[in-house]
């Protein structure tokens, strides 16, 4: 059948603009400020055979990798109208504990809102669903050993409560049941149901959007046209794919460690390309480590998602087709595919920034115009304890922007979030009005980004005062490596950060969990991103160095 492209630019707008209201309907009445100021959430739209069609412009690390929730979800449940599933098992995938996820089916609406029942009393399927729709949001604690559940664990059952793919909603009344369940270990139980059902709310308002376009173009010409974005996103990324000479590319980076050993970790990234595909191998990676730096498999395969997904124009839908033409070879039992009971906190933050850089590594030997490495961390933070405005508990969790690698022509923007985070800062309004803390300092980390022809961006800085007793975990990295320049640029500044109490002031570890005091500062400085291209002071230098080399040098 002939495609109207006239029509696939509607659906495409009109599928997009379902997982974006999604996206605001969860926002505007989240609890938290880390969703609601931050953004850090994902809302996204699947077909009926649990294929992404369409998702909005939210975070990066979320979208590559829910369509494997997606998948874990209908096989460990049969979804009737009115159900939703929660689940945030890494090991289903998931990413890491506090990222929680819903999924639920689009059925046609039925008389009395719920399915048919037969003779039994169970759910008769008279037709299939429609669609699917799935967000998910990253709570701010999840239980766990350390507020905020992103300190140091060497195994996963210190990191929150694991929720495999369970019914939340059952036709369309919430089952009490887990949502106590979930209450019961958290440190904010009325801040995680009031997040949880925004969620809800959410997964209504992309039903009812999903309903609204069958009625109005008919579901066969509504399903035939999400197969056809599906498919011009593929035939897009196969385009891209034959342009890049074939070959194989490969490249490493490392992280700075996994908290317990200062032994780097290395990734190791293998891209070939052959005529209109590409296998991108991490064989060569090392294996799960003790700390919560691991990576699940579905963390690795949103990277992959993300760097290719670059190399495609902007207008062309984020659909799953951009994995058609990709393969991805991620051995079990590597820091890239951990398998239980590994800790993956940190590999959904740290270790997917830092895939990305070695995949963006491997590209640049490519030709492709790739930028050089931005921060390469998320600069987690948590804080946590008793408010002693409300003598109630807090968690509080943010991503700290940074310096964004220069690019073939242009500077790289300082103070920004990269790659796998799409995620905004909380205001200092916010964050003071929320929390026992005062933010004594936010500035640009200046001259911290890489020189050369283009520079690289500047870091931030942030220095928070506590006025509370309460628990610091920072997790984090490029500390001892440096975010990596290209084509002759030089690295950024690496991150650091000090506690200072009184007159005393002591530098913290990238992984570190510590108990500060009211009136203690934690002072945290971001990484610049990676200049491009030989700067001119370094090239008069070298030339310099040649001609004293030769005796030539004028005095």
């Known amino acids: 059948m002939k495609v109207d492209p006239v029509k696939l630019e509607i659906f495409k707008s009109l599928y997009t603009s379902v997982a974006e209201e999604m996206g605001v309907s969860l926002r505007r009445s989240a609890f938290s400020p880390n969703i609601k100021e931050r953004r850090d959430y994902s809302c996204a739209v699947f077909n009926r055979e649990g294929v992404l069609i369409a998702q909005g412009d939210h975070m990066p690390v979320h979208l590559g990798s829910m369509p494997m929730s997606v998948r874990a979800a209908l096989a460990a449940v049969d979804l009737g109208p009115g159900d939703v599933v929660v689940l945030n098992d890494p090991y289903a995938g998931g990413t890491h504990l506090p990222d929680v996820t819903m999924v639920a089916a689009v059925y046609p609406e039925e008389p009395g809102g719920r399915a ?5 009393g169970r759910k008769r399927r008279s037709v299939r669903p429609l669609f699917y729709v799935a967000d998910r949001a990253h709570h701010s604690d999840i239980g766990g050993a350390t507020p905020g559940s992103m300190g140091q664990a060497d195994e996963i059952y210190q990191e929150g409560l694991r929720i495999p793919p369970v019914r939340l909603m059952i036709r369309g009344r919430v089952n009490e049941d887990v949502m106590r369940l979930i209450s019961l270990n958290v440190r904010l139980p009325e801040e995680r149901e009031g997040d949880l059902t925004a969620q809800l709310g959410a997964i209504g308002t992309g039903r009812a959007r999903l309903l609204d376009i069958t009625e109005r173009y008919g579901f066969k010409e509504a399903d035939l046209y999400a197969s056809h974005l599906i498919d011009y996103t593929a035939e897009m990324m196969r385009r891209v794919v034959r342009d890049l ?17 200062d032994n ?9 390309i052959r005529g209109e595909r590409a296998t991108v191998d991490f064989t060569g990676s090392d294996p ?9 498999e579905a963390i690795t395969v949103s990277a992959v998602y993300y760097v290719f997904r670059c190399l495609i124009p902007g207008d062309v839908p984020a659909s799953w087709g951009i994995m058609e033409p990709i393969k991805v070879i991620a ?4 820091i890239v595919n951990a398998r239980p009971p590994a800790p993956v906190a940190g590999g959904n933050v740290e270790t ?3 895939i990305v850089d070695t995949l963006l590594r491997a590209l640049a030997l490519s030709g492709a115009g790739v930028p050089a490495a931005s921060q390469g961390t998320m600069n987690n933070l948590t804080i946590g304890g008793i408010d002693r405005r409300t003598n109630r508990p807090f968690a509080y969790y943010e991503t700290i922007a ?18 796998m985070t799409n995620s905004l800062n909380t205001p200092s309004e916010a964050m003071e009005y929320a929390y026992p803390m005062r933010v004594r300092e936010y500035s640009i980390r200046r001259a911290s980004g890489g020189k050369g022809e283009f520079r690289g961006g500047d870091g931030v800085v942030r220095e928070l005062e506590l006025l509370t007793d309460a628990r610091v975990t920072l997790l984090s990295d490029r500390r001892k490596t440096r975010p990596y320049g290209l084509s002759g640029g030089e690295p950024g500044a690496p991150g650091r950060a000090w506690l200072a109490s009184g007159k005393t002031r002591r530098a913290l570890a990238g992984k570190e969990s510590a108990q500060v005091n009211s009136g203690d500062r934690i002072r945290i400085e971001t990484p610049g991103g990676g200049g491009y291209g030989a700067s001119r002071d370094s090239t008069e230098e070298e030339a310099g160095r040649v001609k004293k080399a030769n005796g030539s040098t004028k005095r």
Do not use: C
């Open 331 to 334: 051995p079990e039992g590597t």
């Open 288 to 296: 799960q480590v003790r700390g919560p730096v691991n990576a699940v």
């Open 352 to 354: 997917s920034q830092r």
């Open 116 to 120: 048919a029942q037969n003779s039994k």
């Open 264 to 272: 780097r970790v290395r990734i190791v990234a293998r891209i070939r």
């Open 402 to 419: 940074g310096g964004m690698g220069a690019r073939p022509g242009l500077d790289g923007l300082s103070a920004v979030h990269t790659h």
């Open 245 to 261: 000479p074939d070959g194989v590319y490969e490249a490493e980076d490392f992280l700075d460690d996994d908290g317990y050993s």
